[in-house]
């Protein structure tokens, strides 16, 4: 069965940290770009940050750029997110994706030729 499980999510206070996860099964992540995005209640879901297949390049947007890390092992499967210094502005339920591309569109990742999405995790930034 194709699909992603995504790992990590959570409750943490302001200025805390935590790693998304995303393993894929049923399918090889080296040849996709992975993009991570997140959405609230009310919004559209957001592309935060992309990462490419070959080469690695990696988008931010400007709301997470220098605090968060996007990153991928090719060997293990899965792709991560880690979060530093995170705000109650970052609770969302956050998605990964696995896509043949990607590009910058008003500041935000977009993932073309969407292959998969995995379910969410929960992340709450709160006191």
């Known amino acids: 069965q194709v699909q992603f499980v995504q790992s990590g999510g959570g409750l943490v206070q302001p200025g805390g940290s935590l790693r998304l996860s995303c393993t894929a099964f049923g399918f090889t992540l080296d040849h996709y770009v992975i993009g991570w995005f997140r959405q609230v209640p009310g919004k559209e879901r957001e592309g935060i940050s992309c990462i490419g297949s070959d080469d690695g390049t990696t988008f931010y947007a400007d709301s997470v750029k220098g605090r968060f890390t996007i990153s991928r092992d090719n060997a293990k499967n899965t792709a991560f997110l880690q979060m530093d210094s995170l705000t109650p502005e970052d609770t969302a339920v956050y998605f990964c994706?696995?896509?043949?591309?990607?590009?910058?569109?008003?500041?935000?990742?977009?993932?073309?030729?969407?292959?998969?999405w995995g379910l969410g995790t929960q992340v709450t930034v709160s006191s």
């Open positions: 994706a696995a896509g043949s591309r990607y590009s910058s569109v008003q500041g935000l990742c977009i993932i073309y030729d969407l292959y998969n």
